[in-house]
Nanobody
Framework: VQLQAFGGGLVQAGGSLRLSCAGSGTIFSIYGMGWYRQAPGKQRELVAAITSGGSTNVADSVKGRFTISRDNAKNTVYLQMNSLKPEDTAVYYC????WGGGIRYNYWGQGTQVTVSS
């Protein structure tokens, strides 16, 4: 499974960005997908996740500002980020995970930098 994340960049506080993560090499729709982020000196944290069935959850820190969605026909998961804050600055990673036959299948994309200036 290959995941490629893109869409990051530099934006002013209050602005918006949409991240995309394109998957290939597998049946994308059977995977749960997630966006994580890692700021300098901090641990990687889950930002938002969407199941194969389309159920979503987002971290409290981004609730009401970030939305995760997926388009299985395009093998792509999105993270719409609105009202961005400087504390949202991090490298954002997409993740694909599923369980099958007691085996965990887990894959990471390469990360895309998001920088929010104050």
């Amino acid at each position: 499974v290959q995941l490629q994340a893109f869409g990051g960049g530099l934006v002013q506080a209050g602005g918006s960005l949409r991240l995309s993560c394109a998957g290939s090499g597998t049946i994308f729709s059977i995977y749960g997908m997630g966006w994580y982020r890692q700021a300098p000196g901090k641990q990687r944290e889950l930002v938002a996740a969407i199941t194969s069935g389309g159920s979503t959850n987002v971290a409290d820190s981004v609730k009401g500002r970030f939305t995760i969605s997926r388009d299985n026909a395009k093998n792509t998961v999105y993270l719409q980020m609105n009202s961005l804050k400087p504390e949202d600055t991090a490298v954002y990673y997409c993740n694909a995970e599923r369980w099958g036959g007691g085996i965990r299948y887990n894959y990471w994309g390469q990360g895309t930098q998001v920088t929010v200036s104050s």
